[in-house]
């Protein structure tokens, strides 16, 4: 395995039913067979047909021009909706439709940019943990900064919050119903209950009364204090432009754990394993110290400094172009179609293999190189549209992208211009992806301050 850039080793020969249910549950990563990386798209048969894509031009279809004929599959939803019930992430049809309405404007611009001054005191919260004696294992760094500007922006700090429990609850759930079954390959109906959802049982209540306490405090505070002005709020106050309609206690219950979860979970990955790759290319590291020295000096990033700062946005954008968040996908083909010249019948499975997307030979030149200037204005001009797919695409591309990015970019740069990171005498992380694309051992790493 390439040490500054870790891959997995894909198959070349094809897996049988009980050899892509162990490599699943291993590792989703496993499941991507080798010419997936070479050609745009291929078909199998295991139960029934499948698909599986890393082609742009397909990509844009199944996320754009014939979205109502792909909704998401559900071996997908069923590893999901434990604990995010029928929220924006898993909602179909109208059900989305005003779902979506009710919450785009919370995550308008002008509303993200009024919570930066909340991440820009968590990136200087986040570079003074740095400050003691190292090395620090980032991602869990990352994953305690992330989740500081959560709970500032959504829940009015920690009082009502226990990150290390939730935190666990998280990576409890992953590990339990987040895992595919071989119910799911043998197309077992629904209603026969899979083991991993009744082991997360216990970490779906710890996660929901902890979120209901959240909101009710909120709730109780509002009365006593009047409103106030963060994520929270602005969802429980939310409505349907359309109808009116505002988010009963179920929504706002399952709504609030996905962008809890989500807010903080990918955006630390990105944070994570943006540093790994600074370190280990400790040229493209003093590139991007220099320019966050210029712009900052010795204080912390906010939203204002951001523009003067793309090749932080370049260092992140790469970052997830190599491990993006959640790097494969599916959807069922809900009629017939035609991707990529391939008859596609009503029922099959269209696999969106995001990370073979991302690290593809017909698309990308040196797919598997570190390369922030992937990102320049000029190279994404230049490329298509669907071939970076970090929050994916279409009607339905994460409603939070840019909250996310606006952290990411704050505390990144944040540390950059204080800290020379390296790497420590620790093994070398493999990227493992169950719900979320993680490294395998984490991510350790010495921080010297300049």
């Known amino acids: 395995m390439n040490a500054l850039v870790p891959n997995v080793t894909p198959h070349t020969q094809p897996l049988g039913m009980l050899d892509s249910v162990r490599a699943a549950r291993r590792n989703v990563l496993e499941v991507i067979p080798a010419i997936c990386y070479v050609q745009p798209m291929i078909t199998g048969w295991m139960g029934s047909r499948w698909h599986m894509v890393q082609d742009p031009a397909v990509n844009k279809r199944v996320f754009l021009d014939n979205v109502g004929n792909y909704p998401?599959?559900?071996v997908m939803i069923r590893m999901v909706r434990p604990a995010v019930g029928d929220s924006l992430f898993t909602a179909e049809g109208a059900d989305w439709r005003w779902q979506r309405r009710t919450v785009a404007p919370v995550f308008a611009q002008r509303n993200v940019v009024a919570l930066a001054p909340f991440m820009t005191e968590t990136a200087e919260r986040a570079a003074a943990r740095l400050a003691g004696d190292g090395p620090h294992e980032m991602v869990g760094e990352m994953l305690s900064a992330t989740?500081?500007?959560i709970c500032d922006v959504a829940l009015s700090g920690r009082d009502h919050f226990d990150a290390d429990v939730y935190g666990?609850?998280?990576l409890k759930y992953f590990e339990t119903a987040g895992k595919?079954?071989?119910?799911d390959f043998l197309q077992v109906p629904d209603w026969v209950p899979r083991p991993g959802a009744l082991l997360g049982r216990g970490a779906v209540k710890?996660?929901?009364?902890?979120?209901?306490?959240?909101?009710?405090a909120r709730r109780a505070e509002t009365e006593r204090c009047g409103r106030m002005d963060d994520l929270l709020d602005h969802m429980i106050s939310a409505e349907d432009p359309d109808s009116g309609r505002k988010m009963s206690p179920t929504d706002l219950l399952h709504n609030m754990q996905f962008f809890i979860v989500a807010g903080h979970e990918t955006t630390a990955l990105a944070l994570g394993w943006a540093l790994?790759?600074?370190?280990?290319h400790p040229h493209l590291q003093e590139h991007a110290r220099a320019e966050c020295r210029r712009v900052l000096g010795d204080r912390p990033a906010g939203a204002e400094d951001l523009a003067a700062m793309p090749y932080v946005r370049q260092i992140l954008d790469e970052a997830m172009r190599l491990y993006p968040p959640v790097g494969f996908l599916a959807r069922t083909a809900a009629e017939?179609?035609?991707l990529g010249g391939r008859e596609v019948r009503k029922g099959e499975i269209i696999f969106l293999a995001i990370y073979a997307l991302h690290r593809h030979e017909m698309w990308w030149n040196k797919p598997n190189e570190f390369d922030p200037d992937n990102f320049t204005d000029a190279a994404i001009k230049a490329r298509h549209k669907y071939l970076h797919l970090p929050f994916g695409a279409g009607p339905r591309v994460c409603v939070g992208a840019n909250f996310a990015m606006m952290q990411a970019q704050i505390i990144l740069a944040t540390l950059l211009a204080r800290y020379r990171f390296s790497l420590a005498d620790a093994p070398v992380p493999t990227p493992i992806m169950h719900m979320t694309l993680r490294p395998d051992t984490g991510i350790v790493l010495k921080a010297e301050p300049v």
């Open 72 to 74: 998401k599959a559900e």
């Open 147 to 149: 989740f500081d500007v």
């Open 168 to 170: 666990a609850a998280i």
């Open 180 to 183: 595919a079954s071989l119910l």
């Open 206 to 216: 710890t996660m929901h009364s902890m979120v209901a306490d959240a909101i009710e």
């Open 276 to 280: 790994y790759l600074l370190s280990s």
């Open 336 to 338: 017939p179609d035609v």
